[in-house]
């Protein structure tokens, strides 16, 4: 009895070994698949710590230089295609959230959560400031029709003439945080939205209109390319405004976390998103139904911010990883075609 008690022992011991490496290959094979049903595009450079941890990015106008912003407070300009860091400064002291070029690319306004709006000469030099009564949550800028639009911390929204940061337009629409800001160059309209849950429509000569409160804050906005709907992204989902009666339509997408940054592309059929929290996914959607149409390599932390370059050649994120990452969408010979 005693040998044959030793004999079960081995032979459970054996088994219990037979089973756990079937787990580990049953694992492994259906990691391999998910790989390989769904790869993604690795970036063409990867730039580490170039941030405390990314905030926004965009890109000039000419579409070769990349602006970075992060939480210190610092502005990196890299040259592409080769992603080489060409200048930086230091332009606020907490976090950038807001970026962009002006004047043919000869200069680059920032918006900041220390209040400031700064316009600086694409060397660095200072050019012009102005402190704004309340952090700016958000910032974003409309060349063809010279104007700023600034989100704040007291649920405000400040509309500014770009050429020289005159005021133009000030109101209290939200009673939370601004969340996101959008501006709609082909009809002068302009929208927010904010940690209280709503939408605001506006413009300058007509009065606010609320849109349809969706069932979470949207934390990015941006118009469609023919200005008849406003899309947002929540958790996992996308939001879509039909801005001719203001409802709207909720769209399940594969984020599995806050879509934080949208941009319209390719004639606004696509969307290109980057998410955070319980997610880092970088994504080509298509805009109507939320289905991923290209996959990209996810940063190791929460995504930040997303730019696509004028005329599709550039891929750019940053993160909170700190690191700013470039694709490189389409060949010198495509581009030339």
Same mark, same amino acid.
């Given at each position: 009895m005693k040998n044959n008690s030793h004999f079960l022992f081995d032979? /459970? =011991?054996?088994? $219990?070994?037979?089973?756990?490496?079937?787990?580990?290959?049953? &694992?492994?094979?259906?990691?391999?698949?998910?790989?390989?049903?769904?790869?993604?595009?690795? %970036?063409? $450079?990867? =730039?580490?710590?170039? /941030?405390? @941890? *990314?905030?926004?990015?965009?890109?000039?106008?000419? @579409?070769?230089? +990349?602006?970075? *912003?992060?939480?210190?407070? #610092?502005?990196?300009?890299?040259?592409?295609?080769? @992603? !080489?860091?060409?200048? /930086?400064? +230091?332009? /606020?002291?907490?976090?950038?959230?807001?970026?962009?070029?002006?004047?043919?690319? !000869?200069?680059?306004? #920032?918006? @900041?959560?220390? *209040? +400031?709006?700064? !316009?600086?000469?694409?060397?660095? &030099?200072? +050019? *012009? &400031? $102005?402190?704004? %009564?309340? %952090?700016?949550?958000?910032?974003?800028?409309?060349? =063809?029709?010279?104007r700023l639009l600034t989100g704040h911390v007291d649920g405000s929204v400040r509309l500014w003439k770009a050429a020289d940061f005159s005021l133009l337009k000030e109101q209290r629409l939200h009673q939370g945080a601004v969340k996101a800001v959008a501006i709609d160059s082909g009809t002068a309209r302009y929208a927010s939205s904010s940690a209280d849950g709503t939408v605001v429509l506006w413009s300058e000569d007509a009065m606010p209109r609320q849109l349809e409160t969706p069932p979470a804050d949207a934390w990015t906005l941006a118009f469609s390319p023919d200005g008849e709907t406003l899309s947002g992204g929540s958790w996992f989902r996308l939001y879509r405004w039909d801005l001719e009666d203001g409802t709207l339509t909720t769209i399940t997408t594969e984020h599995r976390g806050i879509i934080k940054s949208i941009e319209y592309i390719n004639d606004g059929n696509e969307l290109a998103t980057i998410s955070r929290q319980t997610d880092s996914s970088v994504y080509f959607l298509d805009a109507e139904s939320g289905e991923v149409r290209r996959r990209f390599q996810r940063h190791d932390l929460c995504g930040g911010d997303i730019a696509v370059s004028p005329g599709g050649r550039y891929l750019a994120t940053t993160s909170d990883d700190a690191s700013v990452r470039f694709w490189l969408l389409e060949s010198d010979s495509e581009a030339s075609e």
């Open positions: 032979r /459970h =011991k054996r088994d $219990v070994r037979v089973s756990l490496v079937l787990v580990l290959v049953v &694992q492994l094979v259906l990691l391999t698949a998910c790989a390989t049903l769904h790869p993604e595009e690795a %970036p063409a $450079v990867v =730039k580490e710590r170039a /941030h405390s @941890g *990314g905030s926004v990015v965009a890109f000039s106008q000419s @579409g070769d230089l +990349l602006a970075s *912003g992060g939480w210190e407070g #610092t502005v990196r300009l890299w040259q592409l295609p080769q @992603g !080489r860091e060409v200048r /930086h400064w +230091l332009a /606020h002291s907490d976090s950038v959230n807001g970026i962009a070029f002006l004047e043919s690319d !000869r200069e680059i306004v #920032t918006a @900041g959560y220390d *209040g +400031l709006l700064t !316009r600086r000469a694409i060397d660095g &030099q200072l +050019l *012009g &400031q $102005v402190r704004t %009564p309340s %952090p700016v949550t958000h910032m974003v800028a409309d060349i =063809k029709t010279d």
